[in-house]
């Protein structure tokens, strides 16, 4: 009688050491590497394209913002023109005062809003995943191209 004991199992051969491991399921290990580098390349891209284009529309309603403020003040300008004038001619109080003040202060705002908005547009331009570009090529330089 030859075989195993009644309720084992027989021998298995141990598995193949690494070294020994076939073509084809080195091939595909590979190509599962490369699929998961390159989806968290799109992924890095994505990030920080999302982050850039962020930082240009906050840049752009600040900026509208700014606007706003703008043709206020040059609303109250033409008020403050107009009372000025009424003054010079000597009729009635000086009240236009009060609106060339308030101008100010408008084009004031307006002036830290519009600053604000460049830094914002100026931090996101130009919309290039920058850090996405710089990986690719530390990749394909370390996988033997040249990096160009």
Not at 72 to 79: E, N, P, S, T, Y
Not at 131 to 141: F, G, L, N, P
Request: no cysteine.
């Amino acid at each position: 009688m030859t075989g195993t004991p009644v309720g084992s199992t027989p021998p298995q051969s141990p598995p193949p050491p690494q070294g020994d491991r076939k073509v084809g399921e080195l091939i595909v290990d590979v190509t599962e590497r490369v699929s998961i580098l390159v989806r968290e390349e799109i992924a890095l891209a994505k990030a920080e394209l999302t982050e850039k284009v962020t930082d240009i529309g906050r840049g752009a309603i600040v900026g509208i913002a700014a606007g706003v403020f703008v043709l206020m003040a040059l609303a109250m300008i033409m008020h403050a023109v107009a009372w000025g004038i009424n003054d010079i001619l000597g009729v009635q109080t000086a009240v236009w005062a009060g609106f060339l003040i308030e101008a100010v202060l408008l084009l004031i705002i307006a002036a830290i809003a519009g600053f604000v908005a460049y830094k914002s547009v100026k931090k996101g331009t130009p919309p290039m995943p920058e850090m996405a570009i710089e990986e690719v090529k530390e990749t394909k330089s370390t996988l033997g191209g040249d990096g160009k």
